[in-house]
């Protein structure tokens, strides 16, 4: 639930390279929950 908060929370950066490097970092914590809850077929 923690992460599912954090994800929700708006773009802290003020910087356009920082709010892109945000964005980034989310996604790919994103994509790393969707691989750990994914299960492996044999």
Avoid: S, V, W, Y
């Avoid at 390279?17 to 492996?40: K, V, Y």
Wanted: with cysteine.
């Amino acid at each position: 639930m923690r992460c599912l908060k954090f994800f929700r929370e708006h773009i802290a950066g003020r910087d356009t390279d920082r709010q892109t490097a945000e964005i980034q970092i989310r996604a790919a914590l994103i994509n790393r929950f969707n691989a750990l809850g994914t299960p492996e077929i044999a």
